[in-house]
T-cell receptor
Framework: AQTVTQSQPEMSVQEAETVTLSCTYDTSESDYYLFWYKQPPSRQMILVIRQEAYKQQNATENRFSVNFQKAAKSFSLKISDSQLGDAAMYFCAYRTALSGTYKYIFGTGTRLKVLA | AAGVIQSPRHLIKEKRETATLKCYPIPRHDTVYWYQQGPGQDPQFLISFYEKMQSDKGSIPDRFSAQQFSDYHSELNMSSLELGDSALYFC???????????FGPGTRLTVT
């Protein structure tokens, strides 16, 4: 069975600085998808970025980028120029590429605090 | 753009009562997922439907059942509610060929 681990329960970053959130996963599959979701105090789950395992290039979305290391099974999220609105819970999620089940397996989350 | 709609947003029930949560996926999305997020926890997968058929099942109690209707909306029925069922219940939808799921705002269920 696949597992997702986020070893940092809480992180803090100064406004305008850069922070990296860690995520590791365990799987025997070769094709899968990885995601980062943001959950602000409203509790809405918002997609931040996704990465296809077959792609070597790291995904980037504006100030958000990932460092995907397939061999190490690592998928970290880098937030540049942190803003107060980035304060939230961040969840890493895994989804198989095999047909029949597309459920997400989430990590336990990292709470990000942004300091003014 | 249209988003996933969940109703009600908040629900308070007593132990042993029944609750029904509704989910309306994004138009043209053919798959619906249900997740349960307890306090301070990550979302846990309950069940999913593809084209109105159950496609996968997670750690869903036998007291819970769900279905997807012809208009693709889905309902999660929860009976004999227990205090431990108090949680945020998310519905998410996706479309074949698109890998990410889009989440609704959630239904906060409180069992007293």
């Amino acid at each position: 069975a696949q597992t997702v681990t986020q070893s940092q329960p809480e992180m803090s970053v100064q406004e305008a600085e850069t922070v990296t959130l860690s995520c590791t996963y365990d799987t025997s599959e070769s094709d899968y998808y990885l995601f980062w979701y943001k959950q602000p105090p409203s509790r809405q789950m918002i997609l931040v970025i996704r990465q296809e395992a077959y792609k070597q290039q790291n995904a980037t979305e504006n100030r958000f980028s990932v460092n995907f290391q397939k061999a190490a099974k690592s998928f970290s999220l880098k937030i540049s120029d942190s803003q107060l609105g980035d304060a939230a819970m961040y969840f890493c999620a895994y989804r198989t590429a095999l047909s029949g089940t597309y459920k997400y397996i989430f990590g336990t989350g990292t709470r990000l605090k942004v300091l003014a | 753009a249209a988003g996933v709609i969940q109703s009600p947003r908040h629900l308070i029930k007593e132990k042993r009562e029944t609750a029904t949560l509704k989910c309306y996926p994004i138009p043209r999305h053919d798959t619906v997922y249900w997740y349960q997020q307890g306090p301070g926890q990550d979302p846990q997968f309950l069940i999913s439907f593809y084209e109105k058929m159950q496609s996968d099942k997670g750690s869903i109690p036998d007291r819970f059942s769900a279905q997807q209707f012809s208009d693709y909306h889905s309902e999660l029925n929860m009976s004999s509610l227990e205090l431990g069922d108090s949680a945020l219940y998310f519905c998410a939808s996706s479309r074949t060929g698109v890998n990410e799921q889009y989440f609704g705002p959630g239904t906060r269920l409180t069992v007293t």
